[in-house]
């Protein structure tokens, strides 16, 4: 299993690299930046990430609904030419709601897992008349993105809960899922060692945004469309949204350190070996050490001081 951490980019960059530079120490094998209409632009965080660090993983999590396949080729490029093949990309399709505040309508795009796919084709043609490898990964959760995410090297499903990735599986297997791909998971996460109630509301904020930009397919398969759909009538952001918490618990990684073992087991016998712990794990050094200690009990390292 991979332990990774994804960290926000809408704080000052030298407190992006502060955390960065920790997570190395404590032994986190890939550290994912991912921009968007509440972050800092990915590249120049990602690059500010591997100046300060060594030689671990970074990740890059674009949207082509932003951003040209031509500028996130350019940005892998740059990337790569000065720091090494030591990057990764994911192409992830944005939040529908978040998009909308730049003018970017996700709803009314049709096709969007063929517009995700023919920019991970332009990208990969200009990669590789350049001679540069980069792994593409694509951030997934309804059954077409799932269907396209078998033409991926990887895909980091957008929920949690073992039914849902069982499921998730089954539809990559269905989709023709090669043998070396990667299976991942990249959510919200809040693993405690001391809980904090403000901690926990960041974590359902998070979730409640993963939440609400699922498919209408993905809630239908699942039995939650019509409670969903209820609340998203009202036509309130996701502070004042009481999203059930059984459905956040769908959508997210929150437990006591204690548990996290159990729950990558699970994981593991299911297929996934890429772990990506995101906002509000990410909050300070304290939350990051916190999971560090509870991955290190698991795997018998010993690198928390």
Same mark, same amino acid.
């Given at each position: 299993?991979?332990y990774?951490?994804?960290?926000?980019?809408?704080?000052?960059?030298s407190?992006?690299?502060?955390?960065?530079?920790?997570a190395?120490?404590?032994?986190?094998?890939?550290?994912?930046?991912?921009?968007?209409?509440?972050?800092?632009?990915?590249?120049?965080?990602?690059?500010a990430?591997a100046?300060?660090?060594?030689?671990?993983?970074?990740?890059? *999590?674009?949207?082509?609904?932003?951003? +040209? $396949? #031509?500028? =996130?080729?350019?940005? %892998?490029?740059t !990337?790569?030419?000065?720091?090494?093949e030591?990057?990764?990309?994911?192409?992830i399709?944005?939040?529908?709601?978040?998009?909308?505040?730049?003018?970017?309508?996700?709803?009314?795009?049709?096709?969007?897992?063929?517009r995700?796919?023919?920019?991970?084709?332009?990208?990969?043609?200009?990669?590789?008349?350049?001679?540069v490898?980069?792994?593409?990964?694509?951030?997934?959760q309804?059954p077409?993105?799932?269907?396209?995410?078998?033409?991926?090297? *990887?895909v980091?499903?957008?929920?949690? +809960? $073992? #039914?849902? =990735?069982?499921?998730? %599986?089954?539809? !990559?297997?269905?989709?023709?899922?090669?043998?070396?791909?990667?299976?991942?998971?990249?959510?919200?996460?809040?693993v405690?060692?001391?809980?904090?109630?403000?901690?926990?509301?960041?974590?359902?904020?998070a979730?409640?945004?993963?939440?609400?930009?699922?498919?209408?397919?993905?809630?239908?398969?699942?039995?939650?469309?019509?409670?969903m759909?209820?609340?998203?009538?009202q036509?309130?952001?996701?502070?004042?949204?009481?999203?059930?918490?059984?459905?956040?618990?769908?959508?997210s990684? +929150?437990?006591?350190s204690?548990?996290l073992g159990?729950?990558?087991?699970q994981?593991?016998?299911?297929?996934?070996?890429?772990?990506?712990?995101?906002h509000?794990?990410?909050?300070?050094?304290?939350?990051?050490?916190e999971?560090a200690?509870?991955?290190?009990?698991?795997?018998g390292?010993?690198?928390?001081?």
């Amino acid at each position: 299993m991979k332990y990774c951490l994804n960290i926000n980019a809408n704080i000052p960059l030298s407190e992006v690299v502060k955390k960065a530079k920790e997570a190395e120490r404590l032994g986190f094998e890939c550290l994912w930046i991912c921009d968007g209409v509440t972050q800092r632009f990915g590249p120049v965080a990602a690059s500010a990430v591997a100046f300060h660090t060594g030689s671990v993983t970074v990740g890059l *999590g674009l949207t082509p609904f932003i951003h +040209s $396949p #031509r500028q =996130i080729a350019a940005a %892998l490029l740059t !990337l790569i030419r000065r720091y090494g093949e030591r990057f990764e990309l994911s192409l992830i399709p944005g939040d529908k709601k978040l998009l909308s505040q730049v003018g970017v309508q996700l709803a009314g795009v049709k096709a969007v897992p063929q517009r995700i796919l023919e920019a991970k084709a332009e990208v990969e043609k200009i990669l590789r008349e350049k001679k540069v490898h980069c792994s593409i990964w694509v951030g997934a959760q309804g059954p077409k993105m799932l269907k396209a995410a078998a033409l991926f090297d *990887g895909v980091q499903l957008n929920f949690a +809960s $073992p #039914r849902m =990735i069982r499921w998730g %599986l089954e539809q !990559l297997r269905e989709a023709g899922m090669r043998k070396e791909f990667k299976v991942g998971v990249f959510a919200p996460a809040y693993v405690f060692e001391d809980f904090e109630e403000k901690l926990y509301k960041r974590m359902e904020k998070a979730a409640s945004l993963v939440a609400l930009g699922a498919s209408k397919a993905l809630m239908e398969r699942f039995g939650f469309y019509e409670r969903m759909r209820l609340l998203q009538a009202q036509n309130q952001g996701p502070e004042a949204l009481n999203v059930p918490s059984d459905i956040l618990e769908e959508f997210s990684i +929150s437990m006591p350190s204690q548990r996290l073992g159990d729950y990558i087991a699970q994981l593991a016998m299911l297929g996934v070996k890429y772990v990506v712990f995101a906002h509000p794990q990410d909050y300070s050094l304290k939350t990051i050490r916190e999971l560090a200690e509870a991955i290190q009990k698991l795997t018998g390292s010993r690198q928390v001081k």
